[in-house]
């Protein structure tokens, strides 16, 4: 039995050195200039940038490390990518949606960005301009100190977000700009088409963003009207409140909210946020003269 135990242990020392260059093929090191990821949301719409930070490190950048008038890849390693996940405006220019190779031109009075269709190319080896999706012109602009390149979305709103490139004392910004209220009028319209007869979830949701947003105002108030028709309650019901009082009719607003306030105090699913917010609005309605 001894003699079977030590035979076993003999074997299992003659395989482990076999096994550590498996370990090793494992091995990776850290890149120079490390990966970065940056995303904002503008509305419904995404946009994102993957990119390798290079580090100043004491060089010239601008007409040195990044010579003049020639396409650079605009980070390290791979190209940078930029996304879109609905058609976007650059600057005014309409670019679809998808993922494109961000290359750019600098000089020292104005910059050609160029999102390229050759997303898969090294750097900008290769780089061919009849790939173009899009050429626009942003002008650089001096900038605090920035060691590693960076991209960020600055001062995003509910349609638009300056992309900003910036590296070493230099900033360069593109603004972005997409039509939220347009694709979310549109999507709306196909999911009330395509709801089912009982579902007053659909068209209350639709015409709630619509009021808030300002628009398409008679399809406002006829999905407002068909989702109440389906289930009177107090989301319903307070959203007719409103869009009677903005039409002028504070009679018919008052009734409502005191209808909605009735079913949202019956119901112990409300939030109190909302219910204390109709019932303010009730107060200023009638406080009025």
Avoid: C
């Amino acid at each position: 039995m001894r003699l079977m135990q030590v035979a076993r242990l003999a074997g299992a020392l003659l395989l482990a050195p076999a096994a550590l260059p498996v370990s090793a093929q494992t091995f990776t090191t850290p890149r120079p200039s490390p990966a970065a990821k940056v995303t904002q949301t503008v509305g419904i719409t995404e946009f994102s940038v993957a990119y390798s930070r290079p580090g100043v490190r004491e060089r010239t950048i601008w007409g040195g490390l990044v010579p003049w008038a020639q396409p650079w890849r605009t980070g390290a390693n791979e190209a940078t990518q930029f996304s879109t996940s609905d058609e976007v405006m650059v600057e005014g220019q309409k670019l679809a949606a998808g993922t494109y190779a961000l290359v750019t031109i600098p000089t020292a009075e104005s910059w050609t960005v160029v999102f390229s269709k050759q997303k898969d190319m090294w750097g900008a080896d290769g780089y061919d301009a009849t790939q173009d999706a899009l050429r626009v012109t942003a002008k650089p602009v001096p900038a605090a100190h920035v060691e590693r390149m960076q991209f960020t979305f600055d001062d995003p709103t509910n349609d638009a977000v300056t992309l900003n490139l910036r590296w070493e004392k230099l900033s360069v910004p593109v603004r972005l700009s997409v039509d939220t209220n347009g694709k979310t009028l549109a999507a709306a319209r196909t999911a009330i088409a395509e709801a089912k007869a009982d579902d007053w979830r659909t068209p209350y949701r639709a015409a709630n963003w619509a009021y808030d947003a300002g628009v398409a105002p008679e399809e406002t108030a006829k999905w407002a009207a068909a989702a109440a028709k389906l289930k009177e309650n107090f989301q319903t019901a307070g959203l007719l409140a409103r869009l009677a009082a903005k039409s002028g009719d504070r009679k018919k607003a008052t009734e409502l909210m005191k209808k909605s306030i009735a079913y949202g105090k019956a119901d112990t699913t409300t939030v109190p946020v909302l219910l204390e917010a109709n019932e303010k609005l009730l107060a200023e309605w009638t406080a009025k003269k």
